[in-house]
């Protein structure tokens, strides 16, 4: 691992092989590492670079909670500084979003995109959910009364152990803050700016992003196909490697061929 400093964050990076620019962009909870499988695909034909992005891996929190917004610029920062002008973005699930992000409003740096079980569709409330945030909030704010004295965020915790999602509870301080964020963000209307060739692919069985989520992406997006990967969960590229990798080198061949004629 590499490191750069970016804004005043020290950034850990992957970067291996040579030829067009790919970056990997991990999902909320991973990091550089967690993209390896792929990575190792790519750098035979490809410059790679894979970041763990503020707050994950080796690099730095980031200062205050951050949104997609302030990450996908963190992103693009560190490109800059590192000399790419222009590179192929492949994000799963949180990473997706920030390749959503500067594909609609970065054009001139993302040459192609492909997006894994992608994060940024903002789920409809079920009445399941609805009733599940209206209590975590209530209580939230019950345990914030000064009666309950220094036992009120032991009490906090407790309620997020049994309320909040596997990340939400593995995450504290800013990433809790961030992570709260950046789920609330639909970024729904950015996806008709994207004009670069664009691959989905989307486990099946995926119950964190359903496929829902990337057939409404294809549709929105205008220049996208979509592959649903069998028998995959959310973490497609993982459950079934071999293929996501065949499928990802096909697409990238084909885009950076192109623009090389």
Known sequence: MATIV???????????????????????GGRAASMAPLANALRERFRVLAFDLPGFGETSLPPEP??????????????????????????????????????????ELVQSLVLIDSAGVKPLPTLKRRLRTAVFKTAKALLRLRILGRAGPALQERLAAKLGSADYRAATGVMRASMVKTVNEDLTHLLPRIGVPTLLLWGEKDEDTPVADGEKMAGLIGDAVLIRVAGAGHFSYLDNPAYVQSVVIAFLDGVLGEARR
Do not use: C, K, M
Not at 92 to 104: D, M, P
């Open 6 to 28: 970016v804004g005043g964050l020290t950034l850990s990076y992957v970067d291996e092989g040579a030829g067009s620019v790919v970056v990997l962009l991990h999902g909320w």
């Open 66 to 107: 951050w949104g997609t917004l302030e990450y996908a610029s963190f992103v693009a920062a560190a490109l800059a500084g590192l000399g790419v002008q222009r590179a192929s973005f492949i994000g799963h699930s949180f990473g997706g979003r920030l390749g959503i992000w500067l594909a609609a409003n970065t054009p």
